[in-house]
């Protein structure tokens, strides 16, 4: 523990200059307000959006101020700040949105606040399952469900329309579906299917989204490792054709994130997209070339079983080492009101954790396509609820990656990987 402090501490004042962090203000008895440092991701759309939304908060909080600070946009760089802030107690700030998959670690870290008097059981059935999951560790809440993500199937609906094609229920159906489409189209330019297959996160999203609609998974409910497992292997050589045997990916499908793929479906070069619900907003901006074009819809599934979106979202906890944990608890409760997440949705695009406000008809009237993501929400399922997720998840991705790229088979890739996930997690290799 000692050089991983020393380490925390050099690496620390690195962030500093990387992150630009500054102390938090401290109360002075009545010389001033005390001062929230709240650390988050970009915000999506314009900054003075959600800086009103803050304001609100000072407004009902007179003597208190709110600073938002904004990370990299990247999460792999989030989670390294926090980090090495947590392991050096830091307590330079008091509110952090945490990604779905690091509440689990962060707890058992002992880095952040049990915040079970905030979510209490009887209070959990008014937000989706799987971020209540999420958020769960040893039947106590340390965090609170902020906004949530799931991944969608994004469609032309025009094109689907001009061949009387519906969604597809089914993968076997879309690869059919792209491929009348690409050919009777016959524009180069045009791309049947397109997700995200860069070696990061995202890969294991999508890879996910497979295994689990084949009747696979990764830990079974006693955290055995079943990755490698017949409905496995289907499913990630089924992501493999879809470049290599039925041509309706493109190569380029294994160095793309979102963003690459969101700007190719949103300039009207693909039949199918797999993405993220903050694409809806973009797409129907004035000025998009596919504005009233699009239709959304669950993923496919494998026949027999049904979608399994991979769950995304974000969450709100406290620092543990904050000067201020009753304030910041605070402006969790205000920023995952009903009244907040409804005003998010709408100005920002951020769809809420509240199931309730699926039936909110100034929501509904503002968002209408948001109806048809409740289900999808309802059902959405959390990567492996685990402390060492991000271990696992290191091993997953560049064994995923060489499988999409035909450097390793997919019975290899999943079998070298479960050995690995057995090393992390039980010490030994299993089977």
Request: proline share 8%; net charge neutral.
């Given at each position: 523990?000692?050089?991983?402090l020393q380490?925390?501490?050099?690496?620390?004042?690195t962030?500093?200059?990387?992150f630009?962090?500054?102390a938090?203000?401290?109360?002075?008895?009545?010389a001033?307000?005390a001062?929230?440092?709240?650390?988050?991701?970009?915000i999506?759309?314009?900054?003075?959006?959600?800086r009103?939304?803050?304001?609100?908060?000072?407004?009902g909080?007179?003597?208190?101020l709110v600073r938002?600070e904004s990370l990299?946009?990247?999460?792999?760089?989030?989670h390294?700040f926090y980090?090495i802030s947590?392991?050096?107690?830091s307590?330079?700030?008091?509110?952090?949105?945490?990604d779905?998959i690091?509440?689990q670690?962060?707890a058992?870290?002992?880095w952040?606040r049990?915040?079970?008097?905030?979510?209490?059981p009887?209070?959990?059935?008014?937000?989706?399952?799987?971020?209540?999951?999420?958020?769960t560790?040893?039947?106590?809440a340390?965090?609170?469900?902020?906004?949530?993500?799931?991944?969608?199937l994004?469609?032309?609906?025009?094109?689907?329309?001009?061949?009387?094609?519906?969604p597809?229920?089914?993968?076997?159906e879309?690869?059919?579906?792209?491929?009348t489409?690409?050919?009777?189209?016959?524009d180069p330019?045009l791309?049947?299917?397109?997700?995200?297959?860069?070696?990061?996160?995202?890969?294991?999203?999508?890879?996910?989204?497979?295994?689990?609609?084949?009747g696979?998974?990764?830990l079974?409910?006693?955290?055995?490792?079943?990755?490698?497992?017949?409905?496995?292997?289907?499913?990630?050589g089924?992501?493999?054709?879809?470049?290599?045997?039925?041509?309706?990916?493109?190569?380029?499908?294994?160095t793309a994130?979102?963003?690459?793929?969101?700007?190719?479906?949103?300039e009207?070069r693909a039949?199918f997209?797999?993405?993220?619900p903050?694409?809806w907003?973009?797409?129907?901006?004035?000025?998009?070339?596919?504005?009233g074009k699009?239709?959304?819809?669950?993923?496919?599934?494998?026949?027999?079983h049904?979608?399994a979106?991979?769950?995304g979202?974000w969450?709100l906890?406290?620092?543990?080492?904050?000067?201020?944990?009753?304030?910041?608890?605070?402006?969790?409760r205000?920023?995952?009101?009903a009244?907040a997440?409804?005003w998010m949705?709408?100005?920002i695009?951020?769809k809420?954790?509240?199931t309730?406000?699926y039936?909110d008809r100034k929501?509904m009237a503002?968002?209408?396509f948001?109806?048809g993501?409740?289900?999808?929400f309802?059902?959405a399922?959390p990567?492996?609820v685990?402390p060492?997720?991000?271990m696992?998840?290191q091993v997953m991705q560049?064994?995923?990656?060489a499988?999409?790229?035909g450097l390793?088979s997919?019975e290899?890739a999943?079998?070298?990987a479960?050995?690995?996930?057995?090393h992390?997690l039980f010490g030994?290799?299993g089977t």
């Amino acid at each position: 523990m000692k050089w991983r402090l020393q380490t925390a501490v050099v690496l620390g004042w690195t962030i500093c200059i990387l992150f630009g962090c500054t102390a938090p203000e401290r109360p002075k008895g009545d010389a001033g307000p005390a001062t929230l440092v709240f650390k988050h991701g970009k915000i999506a759309g314009p900054p003075e959006a959600f800086r009103a939304l803050l304001d609100r908060f000072e407004a009902g909080h007179p003597g208190l101020l709110v600073r938002d600070e904004s990370l990299p946009s990247s999460t792999d760089q989030q989670h390294q700040f926090y980090v090495i802030s947590l392991e050096g107690r830091s307590p330079d700030f008091d509110v952090l949105a945490m990604d779905v998959i690091w509440v689990q670690e962060f707890a058992r870290a002992g880095w952040i606040r049990d915040l079970s008097h905030l979510l209490p059981p009887e209070d959990r059935a008014a937000f989706f399952p799987g971020p209540v999951e999420a958020v769960t560790f040893k039947d106590r809440a340390y965090a609170v469900p902020w906004y949530i993500d799931a991944g969608l199937l994004y469609y032309r609906k025009d094109l689907l329309d001009k061949y009387g094609f519906g969604p597809p229920k089914t993968w076997e159906e879309l690869v059919g579906e792209s491929q009348t489409i690409l050919e009777g189209e016959r524009d180069p330019q045009l791309k049947g299917f397109i997700w995200q297959g860069k070696q990061y996160e995202g890969l294991i999203c999508n890879v996910l989204e497979y295994i689990r609609s084949n009747g696979g998974e990764v830990l079974d409910r006693d955290g055995k490792v079943v990755l490698s497992s017949p409905p496995a292997r289907k499913a990630l050589g089924f992501m493999r054709d879809l470049i290599t045997r039925y041509g309706v990916s493109p190569p380029m499908v294994t160095t793309a994130d979102e963003e690459a793929t969101r700007r190719i479906f949103g300039e009207g070069r693909a039949v199918f997209l797999r993405n993220w619900p903050y694409a809806w907003n973009l797409f129907e901006q004035p000025g998009s070339k596919i504005r009233g074009k699009v239709g959304v819809s669950p993923l496919p599934g494998f026949p027999g079983h049904p979608s399994a979106a991979t769950l995304g979202g974000w969450q709100l906890g406290v620092n543990r080492y904050s000067r201020h944990p009753k304030e910041a608890e605070a402006l969790i409760r205000f920023l995952t009101s009903a009244e907040a997440q409804r005003w998010m949705a709408i100005e920002i695009g951020y769809k809420p954790t509240r199931t309730a406000l699926y039936r909110d008809r100034k929501l509904m009237a503002a968002q209408p396509f948001m109806t048809g993501l409740y289900g999808i929400f309802q059902t959405a399922r959390p990567r492996p609820v685990t402390p060492y997720y991000l271990m696992l998840s290191q091993v997953m991705q560049p064994e995923f990656s060489a499988a999409m790229v035909g450097l390793k088979s997919p019975e290899a890739a999943l079998e070298d990987a479960q050995l690995q996930m057995n090393h992390i997690l039980f010490g030994r290799p299993g089977t």
